[in-house]
């Protein structure tokens, strides 16, 4: 069998070499330039298999009571989160994330508090810090929209159940950034939604400079050992279709990358380069 593919390769080589380039080309715009291109999830539900039982009570969880990843926390540190001032400011915060911001349901913040009339400005100075000391000392509000010593605010974004997937997410989080440095306000991000874009982010940026650097590295052990530039030629052709191939395969059949899959690609560069 082999043998005859070989021979079949050396009998006409210039049309096995065109047919491999056409599908190395078509693979590459599968897997990177496709709508159905090659996604990163890092999503709770896609690392259950199919046939796991716990992914049907996973599921009914989620009908009933709701998703687990469309909550974020931001939390600000300022002078004083309960002054007039920052309580105006948060309140022109939390109206631009609501109407601005696609993809926000809802905002809870210090100044949404009692349907927004809790630090009403008509209050006077005393009444004022009468709701402040009331704040501290409510059963539900410390350490959630205010830390219990009152020096951190937060806020509380609720998004929209169709913020699916890391170019959602990422859309609203960049959203969120160009709202939050409307202020000069120390910021901290929590949630599932950020903790995934984020990671996903970084992901990225590692694969990016570590492919390459291993890239090089395999190379340089190859001209290091033969001592001949097609010893570098050769297995850097066949190193990169296949990352190429599998990329398309992997695109072709939905199998995104996850904090499993994506150690394919590092780990066919090291076995490509032995």
Not at 139 to 154: A, C, F, Q, V
Not at 194 to 203: A, E, G, H, N, W
Not at 210 to 233: N, T, W
Not at 240 to 261: C, D, K, P, Q, R
């Amino acid at each position: 069998m082999l043998n005859k593919l070989s021979q079949t390769i050396l009998k006409f080589p210039i049309s096995v070499m065109t047919i491999i380039f056409l599908i190395t080309a078509y693979f590459f715009h599968y897997a990177f330039l496709s709508e159905q291109r090659l996604i990163v999830d890092f999503s709770l539900e896609q690392m259950f298999p199919e046939s796991d039982p716990e992914k049907d009570s996973y599921q009914s969880f989620i009908d009933e009571f709701n998703r687990e990843d469309d909550k974020i926390l931001l939390v600000y540190d300022c002078d004083n989160p309960t002054s007039r001032k920052n309580i105006s400011r948060i309140a022109e915060l939390t109206e631009m994330m609501e109407l601005d911001i696609d993809g926000i349901e809802g905002v809870i913040s210090l100044s949404s508090i009692g349907d927004g009339d809790y630090f009403s400005e008509d209050l006077t100075d005393e009444e004022w810090n009468t709701q402040v000391e009331k704040l501290l000392q409510h059963p539900i509000y410390p350490n959630l929209i205010i830390s219990s010593d009152g020096k951190t605010g937060s806020l509380l974004i609720d998004l929209e159940n169709d913020v699916i997937g890391q170019d959602a997410r990422t859309i609203v989080v960049d959203q969120l950034e160009t709202v939050m440095n409307q202020v000069n306000w120390e910021w901290h991000e929590a949630g599932i939604p950020v903790l995934r874009t984020r990671y996903i982010q970084f992901m990225n940026q590692e694969r990016a400079i570590f492919l390459p650097i291993s890239f090089i590295v395999a190379m340089a052990v190859l001209l290091f050992i033969f001592r001949q530039f097609k010893s570098i030629l050769i297995p850097s052709i066949a190193i990169s279709t296949t990352l190429i191939w599998v990329a398309g395969i992997m695109a072709h059949f939905e199998i995104s990358i996850n904090v499993v899959s994506y150690l394919t690609f590092n780990l066919l560069m090291i076995i490509g380069a032995l």
